[in-house]
Nanobody, 120 residues
Framework: QVQLVESGGGLVKSGGSLSLSCVVS????????MGWYRQAPGMQREQVAT???????KYADSVKGRFTISRDNAKNTMYLQMNNLKPEDTAVYYC??????????????WGQGTQVTVSS
């Protein structure tokens, strides 16, 4: 069907930077909007950033000015550039995409998540 795979997570010091990638593969017609979510242990999942098929991004207030979402439609890949990371950014980061299948349905898919840990 459709698979999303995140990569790029890791351990970084406060104030450092990290880049995440999300690759979409499978049998589909096109990718519509995409987004990044994150979830810390014991916390609810929150939306970090979204991006339209045309590349227009929106951000949660907590990451504005520090994170940049982008996508390369030719590579079916979405990115999240994270700068000036803070300990409160520590979470599992998930990518999601609304995908149009060949017969016309639009379905949401999620990746498995990648761990981002920011030390003080």
């Amino acid at each position: 069907q459709v698979q999303l795979v995140e990569s790029g997570g890791g351990l970084v010091k406060s104030g450092g930077s990290l880049s995440l990638s999300c690759v979409v593969s499978g049998n589909f017609f096109s990718i519509n909007h995409m987004g990044w979510y994150r979830q810390a242990p014991g916390m609810q999942r929150e939306q970090v950033a979204t991006i339209t098929s045309g590349g227009f991004g929106k951000y949660a207030d907590s990451v504005k000015g520090r994170f940049t979402i982008s996508r390369d439609n030719a590579k079916n890949t979405m990115y999240l550039q994270m700068n000036n990371l803070k300990p409160e950014d520590t979470a599992v980061y998930y990518c999601t995409a609304e995908v149009e299948l060949y017969y016309g349905d639009n379905l949401d898919y999620w990746g498995q998540g990648t761990q981002v840990t920011v030390s003080s």
